[in-house]
């Protein structure tokens, strides 16, 4: 309430507009027209609380409200920028796509509120800064809720090996560069796993089923809220240490091939944030390979990272993230009504035609993009 003071007559009417903000002032103006030719007896300087916008104000302002059930489990693009950015600005560039105007609900009970009490005309004076306070006083805390509420999220980090496979070439037998004995050997010592242990055993399946090749990756289910450090990169997490039972796969995501198994593991690795990537981001992703929900991680163990260099062992920048970009790009110019030669997604191409002459395949008549038989 805001206080006011009224000069009033000997009935009690206010002495024409008189409405001062202290005390004094209304008694400078009585004594003043006591002065004039036609002063009257009786007046008297009157304290009235009157209401302003500030008093229609709520006393709790939540604009954003985040339902348990709301999360970013379908944002998986958008969770991997947050990432490769290390910090959670992306999400909030996303609200105000999802909510258009957040205050909406605030404003229209102030205004009911404020019209039955035949202020309508305030609001609308006010309605800038009743906004600006509603903001300024906003507790909620949608980017930490909408996280908090994505528990389960598949992530690898790409050791930077591309494991050999099969090799296929137009009249041409199949071949391989290197033998499965050697690719599973050259593995072994990556992951620090011992010759002829079970876990061998396990690799040695992995490179026999994982017949075309790809890349070694370590999935795992990751706490984003925490892995999120927002630093500076040279203060960074330096080690990322994998001690528990991982998804260890060669995967090829630009044919859909590959294998994993759930390993044990004790290892660490120098820490590269261009490596570690949300697995649905990928084109063909393990979980769509193998048809398994997103959430295949949440009974394996999490890996520990270090803000210390705690190991000597190297890992080189990963094809991943140039591969992702590589398909964000393909996307671009195929929303854009274009395709690109060179995308084998048949959905991304238009008016594919089968074409039965030796080499036998599928065309696209506007890119020159085949897929031979």
């Not at 805001?2 to 009033?8: A, E, F, G, T, W």
């Not at 903001?135 to 050999?164: F, K, M, Q």
């Not at 072994?188 to 396990?202: A, M, N, P, T, V």
């Amino acid at each position: 309430m805001k206080k006011i003071y009224n000069v009033l007559n000997a009935e009690g009417d206010q002495l024409n507009d008189s409405a001062f903000d202290s005390r004094e002032e209304a008694e400078n103006f009585l004594a003043e027209y006591n002065h004039t030719l036609f002063p009257e007896s009786g007046l008297e300087v009157k304290e009235v609380e009157v209401k302003t916008w500030e008093d229609y104000m709520p006393s709790h302002v939540d604009l954003y409200y985040i339902d348990y059930r709301d999360d970013l489990s379908e944002q998986p693009k958008l969770l991997n920028e947050c990432i490769a950015k290390n910090n959670f600005y992306p999400i909030s560039e996303k609200l105000g796509e999802w909510w258009d105007f957040p205050e909406e609900y605030y404003l229209d009970e102030i205004r009911k509120e404020m019209i039955g009490d035949d202020m309508e005309e305030e609001f609308d004076e006010h309605y800038d800064e009743i906004r600006d306070w509603l903001w300024e006083h906003d507790e909620s805390d949608p980017v930490h809720d909408l996280i908090r509420n994505t528990s389960t999220l598949a992530c690898y980090y790409d050791l930077g090996y591309d494991a050999d496979g099969w090799h296929e070439a137009f009249l041409c037998n199949p071949w391989r560069n290197t033998s499965e004995a050697q690719e599973v050997a050259n593995i072994r010592r990556k992951l620090g796993i011992k010759k002829g242990s079970k876990q061998d055993k396990q690799l040695e399946s992995v490179v026999a089923n994982a017949s075309y090749g790809g890349n070694l990756r370590i999935y795992f289910t990751l706490d984003l809220e925490n892995f999120v450090n927002c630093k500076e990169p040279k203060d960074d997490f330096k080690t990322i240490i994998f001690k528990g039972t991982f998804a260890v796969g060669i995967i090829d995501t630009v044919q859909g091939s590959g294998d994993f198994e759930n390993i044990e593991i004790d290892c660490k690795f120098p820490f590269k944030r261009e490596n570690l990537i949300v697995s649905a981001c990928d084109h063909y992703s393990l979980e769509s390979i193998f048809g398994m929900y997103s959430d295949f991680t949440r009974n394996l163990d999490e890996p520990q990272f270090s803000y210390k260099n705690e190991t000597r062992k190297s890992v080189k920048i990963s094809t991943a993230a140039a591969q992702l970009a590589l398909q964000a790009e393909y996307d671009r110019v195929f929303k854009a009504g274009g395709c690109t030669c060179g995308d084998t997604d048949f959905k991304r191409h238009r008016d594919v035609y089968y074409k039965n002459e030796i080499p036998c395949g599928w065309h696209c008549p506007h890119c020159g993009q085949f897929w031979i038989d």
